[in-house]
């Protein structure tokens, strides 16, 4: 579900639009102005900062052929304007294609049941590589 490629392992990023282009750069193929401004558009109508946290900022990205998920993990954690007020510490951003509706909401609440999980959360933290981070979506 999420290459190891597209994992930043400990951001050191001091705000969110950081930590978003952060995670941007890992997808070199896309205009990384375009998937910014089509995320922070999002991020304007709410924070995406579900709480515990995790925050799932996503975006509909035109001539995307299939969904991109891309995570990262900030120790020290990052203002992410949560409903909860609390810090983000694992941050995973979701791509769709432009007209997939359905697969985008389907997508988008198969990740946040999962990370509803405090047993998941904490192994993501502990995690020693971006591998492991990755397997725990393999699951």
């Not at 995570?71 to 979701?94: C, M, S, W």
Request: proline share 4%; aromatic share 2%.
């Amino acid at each position: 579900m999420i290459a190891s490629d597209n994992i930043v392992l400990d951001s050191q990023a001091g705000s969110k639009r950081g930590v978003l282009s952060e995670m941007i750069a890992l997808l070199p193929s896309m205009d990384a102005d375009q998937v910014m401004d089509l995320v922070m558009a999002r991020e304007k109508l709410g924070s995406t900062g579900i709480g515990h946290g995790v925050a799932l900022p996503h975006a509909r990205m035109p001539g995307l052929t299939e969904p991109v998920i891309v995570l990262l993990r900030h120790r020290d954690g990052v203002d992410f304007d949560a409903i909860d007020g609390q810090p983000v510490h694992l941050v995973l951003l979701l791509l769709v294609p432009d007209d997939d509706d359905k697969g985008h909401l389907d997508l988008l609440a198969q990740l946040a049941r999962k990370l509803q999980s405090a047993t998941l959360r904490q192994q993501m933290m502990a995690a020693e590589s971006r591998e492991e981070l990755a397997a725990l979506f393999k699951r």
